[in-house]
């Protein structure tokens, strides 16, 4: 098993290329099964969740072709319904062959993805929505089986507890867009992964009105056609390079990420003292002199503080003098990393859905264990603001999410290596 060998960094300093967007690349990824012709994606990262996706589309029936790195062509003619246990139970995005499978074939059986360390993963708001679109949605021995026979646009209100729900609204609207009539969508999900998701179907030749807003509205279509499309930026992978030079008080130039996919993100950090420069589609991070000001940040369906980069906040924070609060609003108990920060010297109490953060804390590596993707990234934020080295194992949680992520931070001069358990001191080799 690889593990990260990760020494105290810094200043980073250099330029770094953002990467396409995993969670965009997924939907649409989904969405070429809405056409028998061919579509073309361009810029889609090499992650193992997007060859695990293409893994699924080729399982129900897709011709895939990589003809070069980030470009995959597929070509959906002859289509099963049905997305196995064995397949989905690996990737919760793979629930979204929902949609896609229930336009095309007007049915779908897709097993029901299961929880994740960062909680249970529910996706009623998914069968609510088809259920409006008058589908008949059952759920039998752990999979989700749809009868769309009788699909018809109609209205539907996709808000939760937690706000809306990204995959949710990326279902729906790709059942609605061949479904007869007009599908109104309130309270649809605004993530910029949405957006490019309905950029694509549009191309494809659906109609869909509204699109970044909570209203949607889809005129349904008998056939869509293939395309070309390039998927967008990663705002997450983008805002993790830019805790990654702050907390190195680097100077590095995070490139080709349009700063208004970041907004709550970049307000914060300039209120936190942060100095950035925008420089068109590129951000730049600059070195600073003393503390941080510590802040106070609530994570919110976009536009608001994407609880994705929540974690490598509070990485942040744990060198600030001060206390900062940082509320978890989408997932309560999205704090994996804060046990492990902790073992790392790190001064955080967790009161309900908040972290107390307790700068600034002079950290020291230590053996850790990655988790939730992005309090993986977190832990190796905080290893290069720590004395000593940090060995993190289970790393196939970052491969899932972050392309060639050590060698992109080393070109930026972190100290940090991809190497074997076997390298790792016996006595820090998990039990
Ligand atoms: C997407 O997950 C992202 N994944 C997540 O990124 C991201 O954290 C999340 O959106 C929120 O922004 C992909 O796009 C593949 P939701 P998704 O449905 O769609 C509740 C990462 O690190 N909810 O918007 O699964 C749910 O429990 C991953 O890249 C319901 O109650 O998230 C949560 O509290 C992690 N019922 C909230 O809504 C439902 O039917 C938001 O969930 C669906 C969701």
Redesign the pocket.
Known sequence: MDVFKVSRSGPLKGEIEVGGA??AA??LLAATLLTDEAVTLRNVPDLSDIRFMVEILSHVGSEVENPEPGVWKLKAAELTHIAPYELVRKM??SVCLLGPLTARLRKAEVSIPGGCV??????????KGLAKLNCEVEITNGYVHVDASKIQGGPVFLG?????????TANIVMAAVLAPGTTRIECA?C?P?VVDLCNLLVKMGAKIEGIGSPELTIEGVEKLHGCEHSVIADR?EAGTFIVAAAITRGDVTVKGIPPNLLGAFLDKLEESGVPLKIEGDNIRVLPYEGSLKPVDCITL??PGF???LQAQLCALMTQVEGISIITER??PNRFMHVPELQRMGADIAIEGPSAIVKGASKLSGAPVMAS???ASAALILAAFAATGETWIQRIYHLDR?YERFEQKLAGLGAKIERLSDKDMPKELLEA
């Open positions: 995993k969670n997924l939907p919760r995005a960062i909680g249970p993963r529910p996706i009623d708001l998914h069968l939760g507890r937690s706000g809306s729900t990204v995959t949710g999900a993530e992964e997450i369906p976009y994407p609880t994705d989408i997932y939730d993707l992005r999410g």
